[in-house]
């Protein structure tokens, strides 16, 4: 099972962007569904956006618009572009790596990277 690990996290103004990435640490073969995950304090965790490896993305209904998933097969990295910062994206944000046929939960998840969005 691949392990992951997320990058990128910081604190940015309103209005501006981030790139996160996540690092596989084995190859993302193209059954594997990558996703980014947050949780903000005393809230659930929450899907922002997922890919498939044929490239198929499903985004959480905050972020639709704002943010792109993306996925480069050949680094074994996942990014997700986030652009127009609201101060309700503050979160942790989490990578998940899964096998198609899995819930997220029985995924691998990485430790996790702030997002603060904060003027």
């Known amino acids: 099972q691949v392990q992951v690990a997320e990058s990128g996290g910081g604190l940015v103004q309103p209005g501006e962007s981030l790139r996160l990435s996540c690092l596989a640490s084995g190859r993302i073969l193209d059954f594997y569904v990558m996703g980014w995950y947050r949780q903000a304090p005393g809230k659930e965790r929450e899907l922002v956006a997922d890919i498939t490896g044929g490239g198929m993305t499903n985004y959480g209904r905050s972020v639709k618009g704002r943010f792109t998933i993306s996925r480069d097969d050949a680094q074994n990295t996942v990014y997700l572009q986030m652009n127009s910062l609201k101060v309700e994206d503050t979160a942790v944000y989490y990578c998940?790596?899964?096998?198609?046929?899995?819930?997220?939960?029985?995924?691998?998840w990485g430790q996790g990277t702030q997002v603060t969005v904060s003027s």
């Open positions: 998940n790596a899964r096998i198609q046929s899995l819930q997220p939960e029985f995924g691998s």
